[in-house]
């Protein structure tokens, strides 16, 4: 794997609580739904759970909060809001188009979460392909070639939209509240969610993917404070997505390597670049980043398929049960 065609460049001061970093369209699908609350919700949505109060008991987050992502997600147009019936407080949240296409990211979150979280509950979870009838577990293959994307055997290179993007320095708090109390048992993937539910943690993976394994390059990169940076390293390492070695023993430092376990989190972070690639360009600039994957020599784009039939998993093609 190469990292970026374009050399690193430190993160520039745009505006006061502002700066301006590489353009990527992972980074922009982060700044929009890589919050833990934002991804719960979207996920109790999908399961039918529309409306605050039952949001509010399948998440079990703070009246304030649940009000604040629901705004923000329909400000983004992840979520729309039908009119309040007559009689009845509240109204129904419902998916967009936008929301709806993050079903690709939910079925690598499941593979992923499967793979690594073997409990009693994730073990009952079925998952049925209701065009050819079988049980089944996702994959994601190249369009190109259709062998497994495996990100090691990926390069990438800037594309016509590579320019500079301006990101809030000032975000919400990592939350210190674990996704394993959250009531609902529909949370079928809330390991991963614990992990990628910060934005600034998924950004460290993803430069992980890009060759970064040292401090001051994660740094260089992001607009974060040094100590946020040194948490969310601390966390992936406790969490067995990197693995650390020492490069320098005066003073002691670290560089960070991805383990198989952080690989296999490829195909999420590809499906959330897909999806900022088509819903987060908001300027019409283009892909940011090219992606070639270098076993057949193609442009790379992952497609999620049936692990039975091969067919491309569509939205509402997917019956899950939970016994």
Known sequence: MSADASPP???????????????????????????????????????????????LEATGVSRGVLSERLKWLQKI???????????????????????????????????????????????????KHTPCGHVFTPSMRCRECDAAVDGRHVSYGPGVGATRDTRIKKVRRRSSISSSIVPSDRSIYRNLVDIVGDRWTANV???????????????????????????????????????????????????YYLTEKGWDLFPYFLTLLQWGDQWCDEENKGRPMSLEHSLCGSPLYGVVR????????????????LN
């Not at 693995?243 to 670290?254: I, K, S, V």
């Not at 049936?306 to 049960?321: A, M, N, R």
């Open 205 to 255: 993976i993803a430069l992980a993917y890009h060759g970064y394994s040292r401090f001051y390059e994660f740094h260089r990169e992001l607009p974060v404070a040094t100590n946020i940076l040194s948490d969310r390293l601390k966390v992936l390492e406790e969490q067995g997505v990197f693995g650390a070695r020492a490069y320098q023993e005066r003073p002691r430092r670290f560089e």
């Open 77 to 127: 147009d992840c979520l729309r809001k039908a009119p309040d019936i007559k009689g009845r407080r509240g109204g129904e949240y419902h998916l967009t188009r936008k929301s709806i296409g993050l079903h690709a990211t939910a079925m690598m979150a499941i593979a992923w979460e499967r793979r690594y979280f073997r409990t009693p509950t994730l073990d009952a979870v079925k998952l």
């Open 306 to 321: 049936c692990d039975h039939c091969d067919e491309k998993l569509e939205p509402y093609s997917v019956d899950i049960t």
């Open 9 to 55: 460049t430190p993160a520039e001061v745009s505006s006061p609580g502002s700066m301006l970093t590489r353009a990527s369209s992972i980074t922009r699908a982060l700044d929009q739904v890589g919050d833990k609350w934002c991804l719960l919700i979207i996920q109790e949505v999908f399961w039918g759970i529309n409306t605050f109060n039952g949001m």
